[in-house]
């Protein structure tokens, strides 16, 4: 399979980068796959897991929100809040599931963009073993 260039990028460092065979994105309009030679694409990603497909062995992040940006076969990846799996333990995680506010609620207390957001993180984090 064709390689392209794939960095994870937080305010604090560079989290990943690597030659990479395939990459899914959690994004507002589905996941997205991306392989070598893709169209160009600048999007927003959503609360989810980003899977790096590479060499046969898969490697996972948990991505609250950020921007993708896809050209000249160079994925960028940069999110204020992005965990890596094999890094960050289960308690971190459900610590940030608990400070969440619960969009249930108080269904007028936030739009439906923040309820949407809020679904994915929820079901997201609820499901990392």
């Known amino acids: 399979m064709s390689k392209f260039k ?3 990028i937080s305010p604090e460092k560079t989290l990943y980068e690597a030659e990479v065979d395939e990459v899914e994105i959690p994004g507002f309009e589905g ?3 991306i392989l070598r030679d893709h169209i160009n694409l600048v999007t927003f990603v959503r609360p989810g897991i980003i899977t790096v ?3 046969s062995k898969t490697k996972k992040f948990y991505i609250e929100n950020g921007t993708i940006e896809f050209e ?3 994925l960028l990846i940069l999110s204020s809040q992005v965990y890596d799996l094999e890094k960050t333990n289960v308690s971190e995680l459900k610590k940030i599931l608990n400070e969440q506010s619960d969009p249930d ?3 007028n ?3 439906d963009k923040e309820q ?3 679904f994915y993180k ?3 984090l609820e499901n990392i073993n």
């Open 31 to 33: 996941n997205m796959t």
């Open 72 to 74: 000249n076969n160079n």
């Open 116 to 118: 949407y957001i809020n």
């Open 53 to 55: 497909n590479n060499n």
């Open 105 to 107: 609620s108080d269904p």
């Open 109 to 111: 207390k936030f739009t």
């Open 6 to 8: 794939l960095e994870i």
């Open 122 to 124: 929820k079901d997201t």
